[in-house]
């Protein structure tokens, strides 16, 4: 974008602009407004003149394309109706009202015979203008039609939608060509390149979606970069696009290889809603949500290579960076806005040393401020329950094969026997604060415990896991020393009681009340 080029001055309007389009032929723009008038303009450096204005529609007039000759102007509004004008008397040639059962979107010239439509509901129709009657009627999109582009080659239309997909229609029959694969974004933009091999279509996402033609399925190739929607894609050369976003940059786009080479306008931050190339190749022409028309310079990107061409000491760098449509990539580059540049750029080293650290974040911590259980059980390689399983063997804790019998290493049961029953005792209860402070020590950060809990373990306390019970226990073996042994059957409540204190820390720090089957099933055997 050069802005000491002189261009023609922008057309300013009362009302916001919703369409325009070029004439193929000369110098007339049109330009439609969301009150249903129509627009046609002479423009020229030196001034622009304005030629009709009419209200073709009683309801915002939506879409604006010239015929192939540029005798002719249609128009699709907002009220269900389509019309044609005759660009030099302004009279009104032809008009279908109701044409669709929902409000139209778009239209678009196919040739002399044959008209395209589509509406908000995601109907297509082709319409015979001889008879000023639908010849076809498509119905695959389920949501509103965004764009439309035609290949006379093949005589395929190929249409975008809202819903994701790209349909492929063939004019001379009833079914669709092709459907594409729901590309999980809106589609609001289509163009193709590269001599008709290649189809581009912009998505919500701000990514340049790239089929091959053909081979409709899915997409061979993605360019991401804008930073916010592309409404709209206008072709230059067979290689070299311009984007219209959501964030008002016009963007010279270059595909094979993919880059974003400059920029050849901006709207201030507002959405660019068309772009059209004028029929001399010198502008491109814009409309946006300011209430105007601009003009940009584009004769550079076609006439830098001829006037390289005719230098008497041609530079070598120009002809290795052309890329064989007639443009300089290099001179082009001159031209990119600050967004752009090097300024705004990103290390991209730095933004992956970012995304490492962010997902080190999200794995090692939980919004509770602890380790989920099943990252814990990534991180340190083994689960939580054979850890527990691994702290309660190395405590000593009970086993499968304890039967509750009393053996004397001596010999004598006799007048041992309070003893060893308070010997057992002390082992129990040391084996279970063993096992409470290994589960705890595995949980990296348990709660503190609340007073609610403080109350319930007083209540329920008869010695197991409390250190101060052991020192009570301790102090009343003392005084007892003939304190009865545990029967078989008290010891085996006791290691039921041993087992509930290990679960209970695990199911409190992961806040589900029931405990999972792999848990439920390893306890189970202890």
Partial sequence: MDDSVERPKPLRFKEPVVDVAFNPKTSLVASSLITGHVFVHRYAVEGNERLLRQRTHRKSCRSVCFSGDGSLLYSASKDKSWAAVDVESGKETMRINGAHDKPLNLIHYVNEQIMATGDEAGSVKLWDVRKSKPAFVYSEHVDYISDMVFNEAKRHLLTTSGDGCLSVYDVRKAKPFQVSANQDDELLSIALMRNGSKVVVGETAGVLGIFSYGQFGDVSDRFPGHPQSIDTICKLTEDLCVTGSSDGLLRIVQ?????????????????????????????????????????????????????????????????????????????????????????????????????????????????????????????????LVEASAAAIVSAGGPSDSDDGSEVDIDGDDGDSEAEEARKDEDEENKDIVDMQATTTSILIKPSAPSAEDKDAAHNESDGWGSSDDDADSDAAGATNPKKRKLSKREKQKAKRKARMAVVAPLESVRGNPNKSKKTKSFFSGL
């Fill in 255 to 383: 595909l094979f290889p993919h880059r974003l080479v400059g920029v050849a306008g901006d709207h201030q931050a507002l959405p660019v809603e068309k772009i059209v190339l004028s029929h001399d190749q010198e502008w491109l022409a814009s409309c946006s949500h300011d209430h105007s028309v601009h003009f940009w310079d584009i004769g550079y990107i076609f006439h830098d290579g001829s006037d390289a061409s005719n230098d008497d000491e041609p530079d070598t760098n120009d002809a290795a960076d052309s890329n064989g449509d007639g443009f300089n990539v290099q001179e082009m580059a001159i031209r990119i806005s600050k967004e752009i540049g090097e300024g705004n750029a990103t290390d991209p080293e730095e933004e992956e040393e970012d995304d490492d650290d962010d997902a080190d974040i999200d794995i090692d911590i939980d919004i509770d401020g602890y380790s989920d259980v099943s990252e814990l059980k990534r991180r340190d390689g083994g689960s």
